[in-house]
Protein backbone atom coordinates (compact mmCIF):
# COMPACT_ATOMS: atom_id res chain seq x y z
CA UNK A 1 0.00 0.00 0.00
CA UNK A 2 1.39 3.81 -1.16
CA UNK A 3 1.71 6.19 1.40
CA UNK A 4 -0.75 9.39 0.23
CA UNK A 5 -1.37 12.73 1.67
CA UNK A 6 -5.14 13.38 2.02
CA UNK A 7 -7.09 16.39 3.29
CA UNK A 8 -10.71 16.79 5.11
CA UNK A 9 -12.03 19.99 5.46
CA UNK A 10 -15.20 19.60 7.77
CA UNK A 11 -17.90 22.41 8.08
CA UNK A 12 -19.09 21.75 11.22
CA UNK A 13 -21.73 23.56 13.59
CA UNK A 14 -19.17 25.02 15.56
CA UNK A 15 -16.03 24.93 13.19
CA UNK A 16 -14.37 24.77 9.89
CA UNK A 17 -11.40 22.34 10.02
CA UNK A 18 -8.71 21.48 7.81
CA UNK A 19 -6.80 18.08 9.17
CA UNK A 20 -4.55 16.96 6.48
CA UNK A 21 -3.19 13.54 6.71
CA UNK A 22 0.19 11.20 5.49
CA UNK A 23 0.86 7.90 5.78
CA UNK A 24 -0.52 5.00 4.60
CA UNK A 25 -4.09 4.96 3.84
CA UNK A 26 -4.70 2.26 6.26
CA UNK A 27 -3.21 3.92 9.08
CA UNK A 28 -3.30 8.02 8.33
CA UNK A 29 -1.41 10.28 10.25
CA UNK A 30 -3.01 14.13 10.83
CA UNK A 31 -0.01 16.20 10.31
CA UNK A 32 -1.56 19.45 10.20
CA UNK A 33 -4.62 20.33 12.13
CA UNK A 34 -6.02 23.77 12.25
CA UNK A 35 -9.67 25.05 12.86
CA UNK A 36 -11.90 28.57 12.82
CA UNK A 37 -14.45 28.84 15.28
CA UNK A 38 -17.45 30.48 13.07
CA UNK A 39 -20.48 28.51 14.88
CA UNK A 40 -22.48 28.36 11.62
CA UNK A 41 -24.75 26.29 14.05
CA UNK A 42 -25.65 29.55 16.39
CA UNK A 43 -28.57 29.98 13.65
CA UNK A 44 -30.35 26.51 14.64
CA UNK A 45 -31.05 27.67 18.04
CA UNK A 46 -32.55 31.53 16.55
CA UNK A 47 -34.28 32.19 13.02
CA UNK A 48 -32.23 29.43 11.27
CA UNK A 49 -30.86 31.63 8.84
CA UNK A 50 -26.57 31.82 8.43
CA UNK A 51 -25.95 35.72 9.05
CA UNK A 52 -23.63 37.08 6.82
CA UNK A 53 -20.76 37.80 8.67
CA UNK A 54 -21.14 34.14 10.05
CA UNK A 55 -21.19 33.41 5.88
CA UNK A 56 -17.95 35.36 5.43
CA UNK A 57 -16.25 34.21 7.85
CA UNK A 58 -16.87 30.79 6.92
CA UNK A 59 -16.02 31.27 3.27
CA UNK A 60 -12.48 33.18 4.55
CA UNK A 61 -11.83 29.86 6.73
CA UNK A 62 -12.48 27.64 3.48
CA UNK A 63 -10.93 29.48 1.17
CA UNK A 64 -7.47 29.91 3.42
CA UNK A 65 -7.74 25.97 4.13
CA UNK A 66 -8.39 25.01 0.43
CA UNK A 67 -5.33 27.22 0.08
CA UNK A 68 -2.84 25.53 2.44
CA UNK A 69 -4.07 21.58 1.70
CA UNK A 70 -2.86 22.85 -2.41
CA UNK A 71 0.27 23.89 -0.78
CA UNK A 72 0.89 20.89 1.43
CA UNK A 73 0.57 19.02 -1.55
CA UNK A 74 -2.53 16.73 -0.82
CA UNK A 75 -3.15 13.62 -3.53
CA UNK A 76 -6.82 14.08 -2.50
CA UNK A 77 -9.48 16.26 -0.64
CA UNK A 78 -12.96 16.03 0.54
CA UNK A 79 -14.60 18.84 1.58
CA UNK A 80 -17.68 18.41 3.66
CA UNK A 81 -20.52 19.86 5.82
CA UNK A 82 -22.82 18.77 8.31
CA UNK A 83 -25.78 19.77 10.49
CA UNK A 84 -26.14 23.19 10.27
CA UNK A 85 -25.23 23.71 6.58
CA UNK A 86 -27.89 21.16 5.91
CA UNK A 87 -30.36 22.96 8.53
CA UNK A 88 -30.06 26.39 8.05
CA UNK A 89 -32.65 27.95 5.64
CA UNK A 90 -30.12 29.65 3.16
CA UNK A 91 -26.83 26.90 3.76
CA UNK A 92 -27.63 26.39 0.38
CA UNK A 93 -25.80 30.04 -0.46
CA UNK A 94 -22.80 28.71 1.65
CA UNK A 95 -22.20 26.15 -0.81
CA UNK A 96 -23.01 28.02 -4.02
CA UNK A 97 -20.18 30.68 -3.01
CA UNK A 98 -17.79 28.06 -1.70
CA UNK A 99 -18.29 26.44 -5.19
CA UNK A 100 -17.69 30.19 -6.77
CA UNK A 101 -14.30 30.23 -5.09
CA UNK A 102 -13.35 26.49 -7.06
CA UNK A 103 -14.46 24.19 -3.60
CA UNK A 104 -16.96 21.76 -3.78
CA UNK A 105 -18.96 21.29 -0.74
CA UNK A 106 -20.58 17.49 -0.12
CA UNK A 107 -23.51 17.60 2.62
CA UNK A 108 -24.08 15.11 4.41
CA UNK A 109 -27.37 14.05 5.57
CA UNK A 110 -28.08 12.43 8.74
CA UNK A 111 -27.34 8.97 7.81
CA UNK A 112 -24.21 9.89 6.44
CA UNK A 113 -22.82 11.53 9.06
CA UNK A 114 -23.42 8.89 11.50
CA UNK A 115 -22.18 6.51 8.50
CA UNK A 116 -18.86 8.13 8.51
CA UNK A 117 -18.76 8.75 12.45
CA UNK A 118 -19.32 4.84 12.41
CA UNK A 119 -16.43 4.25 9.97
CA UNK A 120 -14.21 6.36 12.26
CA UNK A 121 -14.57 4.15 15.37
CA UNK A 122 -14.00 1.07 12.84
CA UNK A 123 -10.81 2.43 11.34
CA UNK A 124 -9.10 2.76 14.71
CA UNK A 125 -10.88 -0.50 16.23
CA UNK A 126 -12.25 -2.81 13.47
CA UNK A 127 -13.28 -5.17 15.84
CA UNK A 128 -15.06 -3.31 18.10
CA UNK A 129 -18.74 -3.72 19.77
CA UNK A 130 -21.22 -1.92 21.01
CA UNK A 131 -22.46 1.68 20.20
CA UNK A 132 -20.84 5.16 18.87
CA UNK A 133 -22.17 8.71 19.61
CA UNK A 134 -20.96 11.19 17.64
CA UNK A 135 -21.89 14.74 19.55
CA UNK A 136 -21.47 17.76 17.42
CA UNK A 137 -22.50 21.29 17.89
CA UNK A 138 -26.12 20.61 15.47
CA UNK A 139 -26.38 16.77 15.82
CA UNK A 140 -25.60 13.63 18.27
CA UNK A 141 -25.70 10.93 15.50
CA UNK A 142 -25.93 6.98 17.66
CA UNK A 143 -24.85 3.67 15.86
CA UNK A 144 -24.40 0.13 16.53
CA UNK A 145 -21.22 -1.42 15.49
CA UNK A 146 -20.21 -4.97 15.44
CA UNK A 147 -17.70 -7.29 13.79
CA UNK A 148 -16.41 -4.48 11.47
CA UNK A 149 -19.58 -3.89 10.00
CA UNK A 150 -22.06 -0.81 11.02
CA UNK A 151 -25.83 -1.59 12.19
CA UNK A 152 -28.67 0.82 12.88
CA UNK A 153 -27.87 4.64 13.31
CA UNK A 154 -30.09 7.42 14.38
CA UNK A 155 -29.10 11.19 14.00
CA UNK A 156 -30.72 13.81 16.31
CA UNK A 157 -30.95 17.14 16.98
CA UNK A 158 -29.69 16.99 20.18
CA UNK A 159 -25.86 18.93 19.44
CA UNK A 160 -24.42 21.12 22.18
CA UNK A 161 -25.87 24.51 20.86
CA UNK A 162 -29.25 22.73 21.40
CA UNK A 163 -28.75 21.74 24.94
CA UNK A 164 -30.94 24.66 26.33
CA UNK A 165 -33.36 21.38 26.11
CA UNK A 166 -31.39 19.68 28.80
CA UNK A 167 -31.96 21.75 31.64
CA UNK A 168 -33.90 21.12 34.80
CA UNK A 169 -34.12 17.45 33.57
CA UNK A 170 -33.02 14.74 35.44
CA UNK A 171 -30.59 11.86 34.46
CA UNK A 172 -33.35 9.58 34.27
CA UNK A 173 -35.56 11.63 32.34
CA UNK A 174 -33.06 12.43 29.38
CA UNK A 175 -32.47 9.22 29.30
CA UNK A 176 -36.33 8.95 29.06
CA UNK A 177 -36.57 11.99 26.38
CA UNK A 178 -33.38 10.01 24.17
CA UNK A 179 -35.94 6.70 23.96
CA UNK A 180 -38.50 8.97 23.12
CA UNK A 181 -36.79 11.00 20.44
CA UNK A 182 -35.01 7.71 18.74
CA UNK A 183 -38.87 5.83 18.71
CA UNK A 184 -39.93 9.25 16.87
CA UNK A 185 -37.34 9.09 14.74
CA UNK A 186 -37.05 5.80 13.53
CA UNK A 187 -39.85 3.54 14.97
CA UNK A 188 -39.70 1.95 18.37
CA UNK A 189 -38.10 -1.05 16.44
CA UNK A 190 -35.71 0.90 14.21
CA UNK A 191 -32.86 0.89 17.28
CA UNK A 192 -32.83 -1.99 18.93
CA UNK A 193 -31.05 -0.98 22.77
CA UNK A 194 -28.73 -3.54 24.04
CA UNK A 195 -27.44 -2.93 27.48
CA UNK A 196 -23.40 -4.12 28.77
CA UNK A 197 -22.12 -3.03 25.98
CA UNK A 198 -19.09 -0.80 24.81
CA UNK A 199 -19.63 3.22 23.72
CA UNK A 200 -17.48 4.86 22.07
CA UNK A 201 -17.17 8.49 22.63
CA UNK A 202 -16.73 11.36 19.71
CA UNK A 203 -16.79 15.08 19.68
CA UNK A 204 -14.70 18.00 21.30
CA UNK A 205 -17.00 18.02 24.45
CA UNK A 206 -16.80 14.59 25.18
CA UNK A 207 -13.03 14.54 24.66
CA UNK A 208 -12.78 17.45 26.95
CA UNK A 209 -14.72 15.37 29.56
CA UNK A 210 -12.76 13.03 29.62
CA UNK A 211 -9.46 15.08 30.12
CA UNK A 212 -10.85 16.38 33.03
CA UNK A 213 -11.52 12.56 34.06
CA UNK A 214 -8.35 11.73 33.59
CA UNK A 215 -7.33 14.77 35.62
CA UNK A 216 -9.37 14.15 38.74
CA UNK A 217 -8.23 10.62 38.96
CA UNK A 218 -4.27 11.43 38.49
CA UNK A 219 -4.13 9.52 35.38
CA UNK A 220 -0.50 8.77 34.46
CA UNK A 221 -0.81 9.74 30.66
CA UNK A 222 -2.59 12.38 28.67
CA UNK A 223 -3.43 10.64 25.32
CA UNK A 224 -7.35 10.71 24.61
CA UNK A 225 -6.88 7.83 22.37
CA UNK A 226 -8.94 5.05 23.28
CA UNK A 227 -8.91 6.07 27.09
CA UNK A 228 -11.58 4.16 29.25
CA UNK A 229 -14.10 5.43 31.62
CA UNK A 230 -16.81 3.87 33.97
CA UNK A 231 -20.40 3.72 33.27
CA UNK A 232 -21.15 5.94 35.66
CA UNK A 233 -18.27 8.61 35.49
CA UNK A 234 -21.13 11.34 33.85
CA UNK A 235 -22.43 11.30 37.36
CA UNK A 236 -19.64 10.84 39.70
CA UNK A 237 -18.69 13.72 37.82
CA UNK A 238 -21.53 16.17 37.99
CA UNK A 239 -20.92 18.60 40.79
CA UNK A 240 -17.33 19.31 39.37
CA UNK A 241 -18.90 19.81 35.80
CA UNK A 242 -20.99 22.32 36.75
CA UNK A 243 -18.69 24.16 38.71
CA UNK A 244 -17.44 26.80 36.29
CA UNK A 245 -14.65 28.10 38.92
CA UNK A 246 -13.28 24.23 39.50
CA UNK A 247 -13.75 23.89 35.59
CA UNK A 248 -11.39 27.12 35.53
CA UNK A 249 -9.04 26.17 38.15
CA UNK A 250 -8.63 22.84 36.52
CA UNK A 251 -6.14 24.03 33.64
CA UNK A 252 -7.48 21.30 31.61
CA UNK A 253 -10.70 22.68 29.99
CA UNK A 254 -10.36 25.26 27.74
CA UNK A 255 -12.37 28.32 28.58
CA UNK A 256 -14.38 27.87 24.78
CA UNK A 257 -15.31 24.46 26.36
CA UNK A 258 -16.82 25.32 29.72
CA UNK A 259 -20.13 26.41 28.77
CA UNK A 260 -21.25 23.40 26.76
CA UNK A 261 -19.74 20.99 29.09
CA UNK A 262 -22.13 20.54 31.22
CA UNK A 263 -24.95 20.05 28.87
CA UNK A 264 -22.64 17.04 27.17
CA UNK A 265 -22.65 15.49 30.35
CA UNK A 266 -25.90 15.35 31.49
CA UNK A 267 -26.15 14.10 27.82
CA UNK A 268 -23.65 11.60 27.86
CA UNK A 269 -25.30 10.65 31.53
CA UNK A 270 -28.19 10.21 29.80
CA UNK A 271 -27.20 8.05 27.44
CA UNK A 272 -25.13 5.96 29.65
CA UNK A 273 -28.72 5.63 31.56
CA UNK A 274 -30.23 4.57 28.14
CA UNK A 275 -27.47 2.10 27.10
CA UNK A 276 -25.94 0.89 30.30
CA UNK A 277 -23.03 0.30 28.56
CA UNK A 278 -19.84 -1.63 30.28
CA UNK A 279 -17.58 1.46 30.03
CA UNK A 280 -17.28 4.69 28.43
CA UNK A 281 -14.23 4.99 25.31
CA UNK A 282 -13.03 8.03 24.14
CA UNK A 283 -12.12 8.41 20.59
CA UNK A 284 -10.18 10.40 18.77
CA UNK A 285 -11.40 9.24 15.42
CA UNK A 286 -14.64 10.44 14.12
CA UNK A 287 -16.54 11.47 11.39
CA UNK A 288 -13.12 12.79 9.03
CA UNK A 289 -11.19 9.12 9.61
CA UNK A 290 -14.61 7.40 8.95
CA UNK A 291 -14.94 9.31 5.24
CA UNK A 292 -10.95 8.05 4.46
CA UNK A 293 -12.17 4.19 5.90
CA UNK A 294 -15.07 4.38 3.76
CA UNK A 295 -12.83 5.06 0.24
CA UNK A 296 -11.23 1.71 1.57
CA UNK A 297 -11.45 -1.22 -0.29
CA UNK A 298 -12.94 -4.00 2.05
CA UNK A 299 -9.42 -5.77 2.09
CA UNK A 300 -7.83 -2.71 3.18
CA UNK A 301 -10.45 -2.34 5.92
CA UNK A 302 -9.47 -5.77 7.21
CA UNK A 303 -5.91 -4.34 7.88
CA UNK A 304 -4.74 -3.94 11.77
CA UNK A 305 -4.29 -0.13 11.91
CA UNK A 306 -1.49 -0.75 14.32
CA UNK A 307 0.77 -3.07 12.24
CA UNK A 308 0.43 -0.72 9.64
CA UNK A 309 1.25 2.21 11.35
CA UNK A 310 3.93 0.82 13.20
CA UNK A 311 5.23 -0.36 10.10
CA UNK A 312 5.30 2.66 8.07
CA UNK A 313 7.31 4.49 10.73
CA UNK A 314 9.62 1.23 10.92
CA UNK A 315 10.89 1.72 7.59
CA UNK A 316 10.94 5.59 7.73
CA UNK A 317 12.91 5.92 10.87
CA UNK A 318 14.92 2.64 10.65
CA UNK A 319 18.65 2.65 9.76
CA UNK A 320 18.67 -0.48 7.34
CA UNK A 321 16.78 -1.85 4.70
CA UNK A 322 13.19 -2.54 6.63
CA UNK A 323 12.71 -6.12 8.52
CA UNK A 324 10.79 -5.80 11.47
CA UNK A 325 8.48 -8.30 10.00
CA UNK A 326 10.79 -10.79 9.38
CA UNK A 327 12.25 -10.01 12.69
CA UNK A 328 8.66 -10.73 14.15
CA UNK A 329 8.98 -14.33 12.36
CA UNK A 330 12.27 -15.24 14.10
CA UNK A 331 11.74 -14.78 17.27
CA UNK A 332 8.16 -16.21 17.06
CA UNK A 333 8.93 -19.78 17.57
CA UNK A 334 9.78 -18.59 21.11
CA UNK A 335 6.50 -17.16 22.13
CA UNK A 336 4.09 -20.29 20.43
CA UNK A 337 0.54 -19.84 21.84
CA UNK A 338 0.87 -15.96 22.37
CA UNK A 339 -2.80 -14.79 22.33
CA UNK A 340 -3.78 -12.73 19.12
CA UNK A 341 -3.42 -9.76 21.09
CA UNK A 342 -0.03 -10.28 22.46
CA UNK A 343 0.83 -11.60 19.42
CA UNK A 344 0.14 -8.06 17.61
CA UNK A 345 1.30 -6.00 19.84
CA UNK A 346 4.82 -7.86 19.79
CA UNK A 347 5.21 -7.57 16.04
CA UNK A 348 4.44 -3.74 16.77
CA UNK A 349 7.44 -3.68 19.23
CA UNK A 350 9.58 -5.70 16.15
CA UNK A 351 8.42 -3.24 13.77
CA UNK A 352 9.33 -0.01 16.03
CA UNK A 353 12.28 -1.59 17.38
CA UNK A 354 15.06 0.38 15.21
CA UNK A 355 13.14 3.42 15.20
CA UNK A 356 15.30 5.46 17.59
CA UNK A 357 18.60 4.96 16.54
CA UNK A 358 19.38 8.21 15.87
CA UNK A 359 19.27 9.69 19.64
CA UNK A 360 22.32 9.70 21.89
CA UNK A 361 22.71 6.11 23.27
CA UNK A 362 22.44 7.34 26.86
CA UNK A 363 18.96 7.93 26.10
CA UNK A 364 17.38 5.97 23.50
CA UNK A 365 15.32 3.23 25.93
CA UNK A 366 13.82 6.67 26.88
CA UNK A 367 12.94 7.91 23.22
CA UNK A 368 11.67 4.21 22.71
CA UNK A 369 9.30 4.76 25.82
CA UNK A 370 8.06 7.81 24.40
CA UNK A 371 8.27 6.63 21.22
CA UNK A 372 5.24 3.90 22.25
CA UNK A 373 4.20 5.92 24.85
CA UNK A 374 3.12 9.05 23.05
CA UNK A 375 2.86 8.27 18.88
CA UNK A 376 -0.19 8.52 17.09
CA UNK A 377 -0.87 4.71 17.23
CA UNK A 378 -4.31 3.22 16.64
CA UNK A 379 -5.97 0.53 17.68
CA UNK A 380 -4.33 0.29 21.44
CA UNK A 381 -5.48 1.28 24.66
CA UNK A 382 -2.84 2.65 27.09
CA UNK A 383 -1.97 -0.87 28.90
CA UNK A 384 -1.27 -2.15 25.06
CA UNK A 385 1.16 1.00 24.63
CA UNK A 386 2.59 0.47 28.26
CA UNK A 387 3.53 -3.02 26.94
CA UNK A 388 5.32 -2.17 23.86
CA UNK A 389 6.61 0.07 25.86
CA UNK A 390 8.39 -2.39 28.19
CA UNK A 391 9.31 -4.06 25.07
CA UNK A 392 10.98 -1.28 23.68
CA UNK A 393 12.77 -0.17 26.77
CA UNK A 394 14.03 -3.48 27.49
CA UNK A 395 15.38 -3.49 23.43
CA UNK A 396 17.87 -0.56 24.55
CA UNK A 397 18.20 -0.69 28.37
CA UNK A 398 18.43 -4.49 28.51
CA UNK A 399 17.05 -5.62 32.07
CA UNK A 400 17.54 -1.89 33.82
CA UNK A 401 14.20 -1.85 35.39
CA UNK A 402 11.15 -0.37 33.31
CA UNK A 403 9.95 2.96 34.63
CA UNK A 404 7.71 3.09 37.22
CA UNK A 405 4.87 4.32 35.27
CA UNK A 406 4.20 1.24 33.23
CA UNK A 407 3.00 -0.46 36.20
CA UNK A 408 0.30 2.10 36.13
CA UNK A 409 -0.97 1.15 32.75
CA UNK A 410 -0.29 -2.24 32.35
CA UNK A 411 -0.48 -5.83 34.43
CA UNK A 412 2.53 -7.01 36.17
CA UNK A 413 2.27 -9.98 33.46
CA UNK A 414 2.08 -8.14 30.55
CA UNK A 415 4.74 -6.29 31.40
CA UNK A 416 7.16 -8.74 32.47
CA UNK A 417 6.13 -11.27 29.06
CA UNK A 418 7.01 -7.76 27.13
CA UNK A 419 10.50 -7.63 28.65
CA UNK A 420 11.09 -11.37 27.60
CA UNK A 421 9.81 -9.79 24.01
CA UNK A 422 12.55 -6.54 24.15
CA UNK A 423 15.31 -9.52 25.05
CA UNK A 424 14.76 -11.53 22.04
CA UNK A 425 14.63 -8.61 19.78
CA UNK A 426 17.98 -7.56 21.62
CA UNK A 427 19.61 -10.87 21.19
CA UNK A 428 18.65 -10.52 17.10
CA UNK A 429 20.02 -6.53 17.12
CA UNK A 430 22.97 -7.58 18.56
CA UNK A 431 23.30 -11.06 16.28
CA UNK A 432 23.86 -9.49 12.88
CA UNK A 433 23.98 -5.44 14.04
CA UNK A 434 20.23 -4.52 13.62
CA UNK A 435 20.59 -5.14 9.28
CA UNK A 436 18.53 -8.21 9.22
CA UNK A 437 20.91 -9.91 7.73
CA UNK A 438 21.27 -13.50 9.45
CA UNK A 439 17.71 -13.86 10.28
CA UNK A 440 17.60 -16.13 7.18
CA UNK A 441 20.49 -18.07 8.08
CA UNK A 442 19.43 -18.49 11.78
CA UNK A 443 16.58 -19.39 14.09
CA UNK A 444 15.73 -19.98 17.64
CA UNK A 445 13.96 -22.81 19.79
CA UNK A 446 13.95 -24.32 23.10
CA UNK A 447 14.32 -28.34 23.86
CA UNK A 448 14.16 -29.28 27.13
CA UNK A 449 16.01 -27.44 29.56
CA UNK A 450 18.09 -25.72 27.05
CA UNK A 451 17.47 -22.72 24.75
CA UNK A 452 19.38 -22.82 21.21
CA UNK A 453 20.14 -20.45 18.67
CA UNK A 454 21.13 -22.33 15.36
CA UNK A 455 23.24 -20.78 12.66
CA UNK A 456 24.36 -21.70 9.39
CA UNK A 457 26.03 -20.05 6.29
CA UNK A 458 27.45 -16.95 6.57
CA UNK A 459 26.15 -16.71 10.11
CA UNK A 460 28.28 -18.56 11.68
CA UNK A 461 31.16 -16.11 11.66
CA UNK A 462 28.77 -14.53 13.40
CA UNK A 463 29.42 -15.72 17.03
CA UNK A 464 30.25 -13.64 19.99
CA UNK A 465 30.99 -13.11 23.53
CA UNK A 466 28.50 -10.45 23.70
CA UNK A 467 25.68 -12.41 21.60
CA UNK A 468 26.03 -15.55 23.78
CA UNK A 469 24.96 -13.44 27.10
CA UNK A 470 21.86 -12.01 25.02
CA UNK A 471 21.19 -15.62 24.52
CA UNK A 472 21.71 -16.44 28.32
CA UNK A 473 19.48 -13.58 28.88
CA UNK A 474 17.45 -14.19 26.86
CA UNK A 475 17.22 -18.06 27.98
CA UNK A 476 16.71 -17.09 31.42
CA UNK A 477 13.57 -14.96 31.32
CA UNK A 478 12.03 -18.07 29.52
CA UNK A 479 13.08 -20.69 32.23
CA UNK A 480 15.72 -22.05 30.58
CA UNK A 481 18.85 -23.59 32.21
CA UNK A 482 21.16 -23.15 29.92
CA UNK A 483 22.08 -21.74 26.33
CA UNK A 484 24.08 -22.52 23.63
CA UNK A 485 25.05 -21.65 20.12
CA UNK A 486 24.85 -24.44 17.27
CA UNK A 487 26.93 -23.87 14.22
Not at 320 to 334: K, R, T, Y
Request: aromatic share 6%; hydrophobic share 45%; charged share 20%.
Amino acid sequence: MKAVRQAVIDIGSNTVRLVVYAGLPRAPLPIYNEKSRVKLGACLAGDGVIDKATMEKALAALARFETLAQAMKVDTMRVVATAATREAKNGHELVAKAAALGIHVEVLDGDAEATAAGFGILSDNPHANGYVGDLGGGSLELIRIADGKLGTRVSLPLGTLRHDILKGKTTKQISQMLRDDIAKAVGKAGFPIETGLPFYMIGGSWRTFARLHMHHIGYPLTILSNYEMPADAPDMMMAMVNDKDALARSNVVAIGRISALPGANALLAGISGLLKPSKLITSIYGLREGLLFEQLTPAARQDDPLIAAARFEGERLGRFPFHGDALAQWIAPVFAGQSPNDARLCRAACLLSDSVWNANPEYRADHALDLALDGSWPGVNASDRAVIAAALWTVHAGKRTLPEMLTALATPGALAQAVIWGLAIRLAHRLDGGTGGALADSRIDGDGATLRLHLTGSAVRLQSNSVQRRLQALGEALGYAQAEILG
